[in-house]
Every structure is written in C-alpha cells, then in structure tokens.
C-alpha cells in the first residue's frame, strides 16, 4: 500500500506560477506510475499529467507548455510545476499511483491523496 499526501496548493493571479508537491509513503518500490488529476466544482475529474518509472511523461492538451511533472526518486516525491495559470485551472488537485502499468495506460488509478486546492483569479 502506498499512502500520498499533496501540498502546494494556493490562491494566485492568473498568469502566476505554483509547484504542487505530493509526498509518497509505504511500499513505493513497485509504483508503476504515478499522476496529477484536477477536479473543479461541477465537472468530473480529469488527468493532467502522468510520470511513470521510466521517466515518460504525458500530459492533458490544454496544459501542454504551461505544466511541467517531474519526480524525484530518492525523495519519493512528485511535482507539478505549473505556469502562465488561468482561472480555468482552478480545482482540486490531487496526486494519484497504481503498481499496475495497464491501469497507467487506463488512469485507473489505485491510491489517491486527499488533494490540495489551487485557485486562479483573474
């Protein structure tokens, strides 16, 4: 089992910058990939960016260019570096993994954290 805690989240102005932070505990030697997800009130929630164990990144088109996960493996920790923000950013954002790589490639993903609120105002 793999327990994941986010921080980071805040209230900025649009065009402002903030790096989420989702700190891995438990067996967490056997992740197989680990993502941002975002739900804002009203609407389901969505993937934005994916890291697995090798280092491969995918990310949702309407971040492209403007987020940035990374991970750092000794620290167990994940990142979401994010930039250029707009109002629409604003949810809930929360960190997920899976040991399993077809739920990788699905986003079922297995653990989830609490999730930490970002909110954009224009």
């Known amino acids: 089992q793999v327990q994941l805690v986010e921080s980071g989240g805040d209230s900025v102005q649009s065009g402002g910058s903030l790096r989420l932070s989702c700190v891995a505990f438990?067996?967490?030697?056997?992740?197989?990939?680990m993502g941002w997800f975002r739900q804002a009130p009203g609407k389901d929630r969505e993937g934005v960016a994916t890291i697995d164990r090798d280092g491969l990144t995918t990310y949702a088109d309407d971040v492209k260019g403007r987020f940035t996960i990374s991970q750092d493996d000794v620290k167990k920790e994940l990142y979401l570096q994010m930039s250029s923000l707009e109002p629409e950013d604003t949810a809930m954002y929360y960190c997920?993994?899976?040991?399993?790589?077809?739920?990788?490639?699905?986003?079922?993903?297995?653990?989830w954290g609490q999730g930490t609120q970002v909110t954009v105002s224009s």
């Open positions: 438990g067996y967490t030697d056997s992740i197989a990939c």
């Open positions: 997920a993994a899976t040991y399993t790589s077809w739920r990788c490639r699905t986003g079922e993903y297995n653990y």
